[in-house]
């Protein structure tokens, strides 16, 4: 089973940066579009973005366009959020996933633990 492991979550000031990795072990992640999620305390979990198979397909959330980039690099089979410009309102748990989708639904097989990330003074 494909196992998903973030990192690179922390606490930032805001209009900070910070950058999320996605990887996974045993298997690649050639054959998954892969997306990002995050969850706030008392929100429901909501896509932030998404990478199609071959990397030429992205997507993101109105509230992240501009500030955040997905990126993927087959030869270390990891995926990347660079998230530029924090805002307070960005602070959540962020989650990867995997389909073969690359879509801003939920509609995902497999799920990563999650890294918290903290934006704040």
């Known amino acids: 089973q494909l196992q998903l492991v973030e990192s690179g979550g922390g606490l930032v000031q805001p209009g900070g940066s910070l950058r999320l990795s996605c990887a996974a072990s045993?298997?690649?992640?050639?054959?998954?579009?892969i997306g990002w999620f995050r969850q706030a305390p008392g929100k429901e979990r909501e896509g932030v973005s998404c990478?199609?198979?071959?990397?030429?397909?992205?997507n993101y959330a109105d509230s992240v366009k501009g500030r955040f980039t997905i990126s993927r690099d087959k030869a270390k089979n990891t995926v990347y959020l660079q998230m530029n410009s924090l805002k307070p309102e960005d602070s959540a748990v962020y989650y990867c996933a995997a389909s073969m989708l690359c879509t801003l639904t939920r509609d995902y097989d497999y799920w990563g633990q999650g890294t918290q990330v903290t934006v704040s003074l």
């Open positions: 990478i199609s198979r071959s990397g030429s397909v992205t």
């Open positions: 045993r298997f690649t992640l050639d054959y998954y579009a």
